[in-house]
């Protein structure tokens, strides 16, 4: 957590086995903070990835991190931070145009930040450490960021023994936002002169703005006026009293109006993820609207191409049927039609429609072979069936014809109970001959454990007469006179 009470608070980092302390300004890393989330959400499932160079001094004890240079990363290898040669050349530039001063802050180590994957050093980034950062005392700062949580960072450092334990930070810390501050708008200052205090360029640029979209200037006439009073100092104000109380009648001239720039706020807007988000919900409604569609062609492709169809004008009125009948068989209804009927062999297509009582009518299309076979096998659900066919021929009258079956649906309820009856009959038969088995095994059972208790009934008597002869015996010797 950030310490102190001024105005650019540091974070202290150290565990014992980095030979230093690590303080580092909570401006600075706040943000890279913000500059790494904004390339979080920059593209969707991760974003893109960035890094750039960490800029302090280092006293022998601690190593202080006072400013950052973010490098231009041109992502030749995609949106992980993998250097391109390109890359490697800009970093080389970025660490020496900072190592050129003395005293003032030069390369401490680097940053990059961790999008898909855990905070850890890979074997790039080792050899990226190893190549540019060499000394004993520089540091790696890799960072994570979330969606919901807060961004979370380690640092990485060269132990005693100069090994670096790259496959995870020793201590990882939660990186919390510090309160938004106002900066007054307008173009970054070019960079000026060494300064007096570090010796180095002073590095005049614009902080990250926050993610929360585009910034919006708000018109002038809406800001306060401040009075001069208002912005006086404490030394001014005592000044001013003094002039007052010496000389009353004395106009006092009143200070220009202070030009104060109107600060920038930012206003959310859509990010890229809730625009693709958009895209993904439109592709997919589509999709089921073309799925809904095929899935009811029968219905409506006909009566289409009905529409389309150019009217015959010339055609001669409908005088030939097709003799349709119908016959049941167990519920499954068989519609026939005369095949050598005239025309049929030249029928573009055909059209069946069949009207259940009380239902929806289903239309049916038939192409030539079809029409050819002269049969449709239908699997009917009421007792009333209406048929229709209609067969359309090129340059030609329709042949039509109509049929109706009525008929009681086949009574499958004495069958199924009789199914279900012989079933719980070989259900019981079976359960009865395993009864039957488990009760010859109890009995074998049974028989067994009789035998052994007669035979230990046996091996107990003889026991029991072979220790009354001993005893007999013993007896038998303690008499007197033996």
Same mark, same amino acid.
């Given at each position: ?5 001024? #105005? ?39 974003? &893109? ?11 022998? &004890? ?24 390109? #890359? ?113 360029? +002073? ?161 049916? +299309? ?27 021929? @090129? ?26 009856? @012989? ?21 074998? #059972? ?25 005893? +007999? ?10």
């Amino acid at each position: 957590m950030p310490e102190g009470g001024t #105005d650019n608070p540091v974070i202290l980092w150290s565990v014992p086995q980095c030979p230093f302390t690590i303080e580092a300004s909570a401006r600075v890393l706040d943000d890279i903070r913000l500059a790494i989330t904004d390339a979080f959400f920059s593209l969707p499932r991760g974003g &893109a990835e960035i890094g750039g160079v960490l800029l302090g001094k280092f006293d022998g &004890a601690k190593v202080t991190i006072s400013d950052y240079a973010a490098l231009d990363c041109e992502h030749a290898f995609g949106p992980s931070f993998v250097l391109s040669p390109a #890359d490697e050349a800009r970093l080389s530039s970025l660490i020496a145009a900072h190592d050129g001063f003395a005293g003032g802050p030069r390369a401490v180590g680097w940053y990059h930040s961790h999008t898909r994957s855990e905070i850890f050093l890979s074997e790039a980034d080792l050899a990226a450490h190893e190549r540019f950062f060499p000394e004993q005392w520089q540091v790696a700062l890799v960072l994570k960021p979330h969606t919901f949580q807060p961004t979370r960072y380690g640092y990485f450092f060269r132990q005693e023994d100069g090994s670096v334990h790259a496959s995870a930070s020793y201590r990882e810390e939660q990186l919390e936002a510090l309160p938004l501050r106002q900066v007054p708008a307008g173009p970054p200052l070019p960079a000026g002169p060494p300064s007096h205090e570090t010796g180095g360029p +002073q590095l005049h640029r614009t902080r990250p703005t926050p993610m929360f979209g585009p910034v919006v200037d708000i018109p002038s006439e809406s800001a306060p006026v401040a009075s001069p009073a208002g912005i006086a100092s404490a030394g001014g104000q005592a000044a001013a009293a003094a002039m007052i109380a010496k000389d009353e009648d004395a106009p006092i001239e009143e200070s220009a109006p202070l030009d104060i720039p109107v600060p920038r706020f930012a206003v959310e807007s859509a990010s890229s993820a809730r625009r693709w988000m958009t895209l993904g919900i439109a592709i997919v409604g589509g999709l089921g609207i073309c799925a809904a569609a095929y899935k009811t062609k029968d219905l409506w492709m006909p009566r289409l191409m009905t529409a389309v169809r150019p009217a015959q004008a010339a055609a001669p009125a409908v005088t030939t049927t097709v003799g349709l009948t119908t016959l049941d068989r167990d519920g499954q209804l068989q519609i026939s039609w005369d095949r050598n009927v005239p025309g049929l062999r030249d029928a573009a297509y055909g059209m069946l429609e069949i009207q259940e009582s009380g239902a929806v009518p289903t239309a049916i +299309q038939l192409d030539g072979a079809s029409l050819q076979t002269g049969a449709f096998t239908y699997a009917r659900t009421t007792d009333k069936v209406d048929i229709k066919l209609t067969v359309h021929r @090129k340059d030609a009258a329709e042949l039509r014809g109509s049929a109706s079956f009525l008929g009681k649906m086949p009574d499958h309820k004495a069958e199924e109970e009789a199914a279900a009856a @012989k079933e719980r009959e070989a259900e019981a038969i079976k359960q009865r001959d395993d009864l039957a088995q488990q009760a010859a095994r109890m009995k074998a #059972d049974l028989n067994s454990q009789a035998a052994k208790t007669k035979k230990l009934e046996k091996d107990m008597e003889a026991i029991r007469e072979e220790m009354h002869r001993e005893q +007999q015996r013993r007896m038998t010797n303690q008499a007197p006179g033996k």
